[in-house]
């Protein structure tokens, strides 16, 4: 095949950006490359070197949705990096329980009754 270099892509994972929405861990990940392909918004591609965790090209694009975390097959992987604001908790009065938004337990059922 001829191609002119004009033709070419390059993809580089986004370093620059303060956002950091996955977090592998290197250890653990196999380089399955299942999150890649559940991944809503398209922001990680396969990383080069085979086996080795996947590469975050569009940070900034990440919805939050933990389809990539919810579908690695490893345990302790990938982790979701919630914004900052996400993560303050709230407290139910009743019980003085702290929850917030992505915690792994389930949520207690909300007793009061719809308004
Ligand atoms: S699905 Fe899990 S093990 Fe597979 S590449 Fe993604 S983080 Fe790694
Ligand atoms: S949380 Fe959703 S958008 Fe973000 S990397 Fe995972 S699957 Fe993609």
Redesign the pocket.
């Known amino acids: 095949m001829n191609r002119k270099k004009a033709d070419e892509i390059h993809v580089f994972p986004n370093l620059p950006s303060p956002t950091r ?2 977090v592998f861990n290197p250890n653990n990940c196999t380089g399955c490359n299942k ?1 890649v392909n ?7 591609i396969p990383n080069p070197e085979k086996g080795k965790p996947p590469l ?1 090209v569009f940070p900034d ?9 919810l ?1 690695c097959p490893e345990t302790d992987a ?1 982790r ?1 990096n919630y914004p900052l604001m996400w993560k303050v908790p709230w407290k139910r009065k009743e019980t003085g329980e702290y929850h917030w938004v992505g915690e792994r337990k389930p949520l207690p059922p909300n007793p009061k009754p719809p308004a």
């Open positions: 929405p996955v999150c559940v991944c809503i918004m398209d922001i990680l975050v694009e990440c919805w939050y949705d933990a389809c990539c975390e579908h990938i979701l």
